[in-house]
């Protein structure tokens, strides 16, 4: 068991249940509550194997920074309990079935925005600017920001403002949500070298860019109520957990206790955000 255990622990399955959700949920509204299932299932098996492999590939590109972090150390390829090409090999095959699965059982459309997030979050995040530029969560984080836009073509087999906004709080959400993590991780992104903002910039700049980017989520999460997929319901929920959100981060400004509450906090928005979102068809 604990082998399989840290074979799974590849796929960072606690991320991909977050990602998962932005992607399923939003198929509800876009079918006006009525998607289909074999879609649904399609969007979550496919979605899971997609984030999935990128993220095994990730782990097996980042193993000599993950073995001079606290943090990541003992996981199992920087700990050598799983060989490192094992990771490389799982991650290629299961990108490649996730577009088949998102193909059949969605549609092309679908299955190529999946296959583009894996290799956005591979080669443009993992490979080239995670170790480049204080940048790489904002660019990179465009991967993340997918599962919406395929969730939203599995349902209907196109793209529209409503799903390119869902894409936009996402990816604006993405920063402040790790820039908090890494202000807490700052000595450990330091030692392995990664130039994440908090420590090329310091923390007082990464707060002050956070709430910008927290003011753009909330400005994007409006947006659906305007072209008319969701109604009164969501718009006030999507601006009372976005009060939520800037509040926290204005607090932050003033003292790292508040770091912690924000990175709590940010999971709890989106995940109530576009589950709120979801049900909106059958509110007013």
């Known amino acids: 068991m604990s082998v399989l255990r840290d074979y799974l622990s590849l796929l960072k399955l606690r991320v991909v249940l977050l990602l998962d959700a932005t992607a399923v949920l939003v198929m509800i509204p876009a079918a006006q509550g009525h998607p289909s299932v074999r879609a649904m299932l399609a969007v979550l098996v496919g979605g899971t194997l997609a984030a999935g492999g990128a993220h095994a590939i990730n782990c097996w590109f980042d193993r000599d920074i993950d073995a001079e972090m606290n943090r990541t150390r003992r996981r199992p390829l920087p700990s050598g309990r799983i060989p490192a090409w094992h990771a490389l090999v799982i991650g290629i095959g299961l990108i490649a079935l996730s577009f088949v699965v998102l193909w059949l059982g969605a549609n092309l459309l679908a299955a190529a925005l999946a296959l583009f997030g894996a290799l956005v979050y591979v080669f443009v995040y993992t ?158």
Do not use: C
């Open 127 to 284: 490979v080239w600017l995670k170790r480049s530029t204080p940048q790489n969560i904002v660019i990179g984080g465009a991967a993340g920001a997918m599962p919406p836009l395929v969730g939203w073509a599995a349902a209907t087999g196109r793209l529209d403002l409503t799903a390119l906004a869902l894409f936009g709080v996402v990816f604006f959400w993405t920063p402040p949500h790790f820039w908090a993590l890494a202000q807490l991780l700052k000595n450990d992104y330091a030692r392995a070298s990664v130039p994440m903002l908090p420590v090329v910039a310091g923390e007082r700049s990464a707060k002050r860019q956070t709430i910008v980017y927290a003011i753009l989520t909330v400005a994007a999460s409006v947006v659906p109520f305007f072209t008319g997929s969701a109604g009164p319901v969501y718009l006030g929920g999507a601006i009372v957990l976005g009060a939520g959100l800037v509040g926290i981060a204005l607090l932050d400004l003033e003292g790292r206790g508040w770091t912690r509450r924000l990175w709590r906090y940010s999971m709890v928005y989106v995940a109530v955000l576009f589950l709120v979102f979801a049900v909106s068809p059958f509110l007013p």
